[in-house]
T-cell receptor, first 110, second 112 residues
Framework: GIQVEQSPPDLILQEGANSTLRCNFS?????LQWFHQNPWGQLINLFYIPSGTKQNGRLSATTVATERYSLLYISSSQTTDSGVYFC????????????FGKGTHLIIQP | EAQVTQNPRYLITVTGKKLTVTCSQNMNHEYMSWYRQDPGLGLRQIYY???????DKGDVPEGYKVSRKEKRNFPLILESPSPNQTSLYFC???????????FGPGTRLTVT
């Protein structure tokens, strides 16, 4: 099946810093989503981005489908940005569910 | 408000006592699925459904059953829960197979 690798696995930053999270995938995809899992365990949808670039406030994402990677940018980090960020993909043609990466654990210190 | 709901949100039960976790979506989505999340193993799909009366196994279906009698509901049934089914469970739905998947708030299950 499709493989998803996220980097870095852990990231500790000071409030106000910018960060870039990366997601590499091993095959062509027709769905790519970025999630933030908050301390209560809820998965918050950030972006649905199988290709192209999107922005939502301080967050933006870019997927280069031909090169099989996606980037999530967080600018001016706040402590509420802490948590685990997951990239999840679905390969073309199948009915299988999303394949999740192992996540990036982000800690924003005040 | 468009949403996926799950109940209960938290459940502690004993080995062998049948339980059902309900999932409902109000977006008229055709595709629904169940995932479990475990430390070190990430999120894995249990079962999915492409429409009413159409269900299929995901990556980790053993010990679970599902049904899809109505488009909006997709309950997860554990007929004889065991401690290795202690996990965080998520229901999800999407309008089409490759569409944006909307996740429910999660159900934290502990089986003792």
């Amino acid at each position: 099946g499709i493989q998803v690798e996220q980097s870095p696995p852990d990231l500790i930053l000071q409030e106000g810093a910018n960060s870039t999270l990366r997601c590499n995938f091993s095959d062509s995809v027709n769905n790519l989503q970025w999630f933030h899992q908050n301390p209560w365990g809820q998965l918050i949808n950030l972006f649905y981005i199988p290709s192209g670039t999107k922005q939502n406030g301080r967050l933006s994402a870019t997927t280069v489908a031909t090169e099989r990677y996606s980037l999530l940018y967080i600018s001016s980090s706040q402590t509420t940005d802490s948590g685990v960020y997951f990239c999840a993909v679905k390969a073309g043609g199948g009915a299988d569910g999303l394949t999740f990466g192992k996540g990036t654990h982000l800690i924003i210190q005040p | 408000e468009a949403q996926v709901t799950q109940n209960p949100r938290y459940l502690i039960t004993v080995t062998g006592k049948k339980l059902t976790v309900t999932c409902s979506q109000n977006m008229n989505h055709e595709y629904m699925s169940w995932y479990r999340q475990d430390p070190g193993l990430g999120l894995r799909q249990i079962y999915y459904s492409m429409n009413v009366e159409v269900t299929d196994k995901g990556d980790v279906p053993e010990g679970y059953k599902v049904s899809r009698k109505e488009k909006r509901n997709f309950p997860l049934i554990l007929e004889s829960p065991s401690p290795n089914q202690t996990s965080l469970y998520f229901c999800a739905s999407s309008p089409v197979l490759a569409g944006l998947e909307y996740f429910g708030p999660g159900t934290r299950l502990t089986v003792t």
